[in-house]
């Protein structure tokens, strides 16, 4: 168990541009988390997923952003056109699914849009 | 909706003293759990420490203890002999307790918290 990763690490795009993260959960878990988190400010929730189906998605993903976990396995977040709001550490959380259960949090991928 | 506060954006604290960090949030469940996460410049964010709002003992986790005052809403984090491996972020967090429900964490906004050696 190597913990949950997230690719990459960091992205730097112009704004306009599409760009796709990556979250592998930790190979149990079967709840897995987005959150955004912009300078200066704690974690903001996105969207969530159990197993394959998006349960829930916060009014913060707008239509640009959107988000699939396959098989419900690992998870990508894309945003398209990018702007530069849109600037933020993505982090990825997974769990298991009582909510007892502690969420582990990836790295997180840095975007800069300029 | 849920709100967690933590109004002290900064906090330094000199090498084996004591220091507490702060934190109230806003809620009308009643059961619920509350969260303590540290993350380290530049890597990622791990759980310091939990407490369940049904709990009347305050967490305990070696160095790091709570004061949980449920009916003033407040949620506090004890840092007892610091350690310059203290340093980083320290983030107050909720989550509902439901487990039909979405669990996701609503956090406050952080405080940066630095060892003095």
């Known amino acids: 168990d190597t913990g949950v990763s997230q690719n990459p690490r960091h992205k730097i795009t112009k704004r306009g541009q599409n760009v796709t993260f990556r979250c592998d959960p930790i190979s149990e878990h079967n709840r897995l988390y987005w959150y955004r988190q912009t300078l200066g400010q704690g974690p903001e929730f996105l969207t969530y997923?159990?197993?394959?189906?998006?349960?829930?998605k916060s009014r913060l993903l707008s239509d640009r952003f959107s988000a699939e976990r396959p098989k419900g396995s690992f998870s990508t977040l894309e945003i398209q056109r990018t702007e530069q709001g849109d600037s933020a550490m993505y982090l990825c959380?997974?769990?298991?699914?009582?909510?007892?259960?502690?969420?582990?949090f990836g790295p997180g991928t840095r975007l800069t849009v300029t | 909706a849920q709100t967690v506060t933590q109004s002290q954006p900064e906090m330094s604290v000199q090498e084996a003293e004591t220091v507490t960090l702060s934190c109230t949030y806003d809620t009308s469940e009643s059961d619920y759990y509350l969260f303590w996460y540290k993350q380290p410049p530049s890597r990622q964010m791990i759980l310091v420490i939990r407490?369940?709002?049904?709990?009347?003992q305050n967490a305990t986790e070696n160095r790091f203890s709570v004061n949980f005052q449920k009916a003033a809403k407040s949620f506090s984090l004890k840092i007892s002999d610091s350690q310059l491996g203290d340093a980083a972020m320290y983030f107050c967090a909720y989550r509902r307790k439901n487990t039909g429900a979405n669990s996701k964490l609503t956090f406050g906004k952080g405080i940066t918290l630095s060892v003095r050696p």
């Open positions: 997923f159990q197993n394959e189906a998006q349960l829930e």
């Open positions: 407490q369940e709002a049904y709990k009347q």
């Open positions: 959380a997974s769990s298991l699914r009582d909510s007892s259960y502690e969420q582990y």
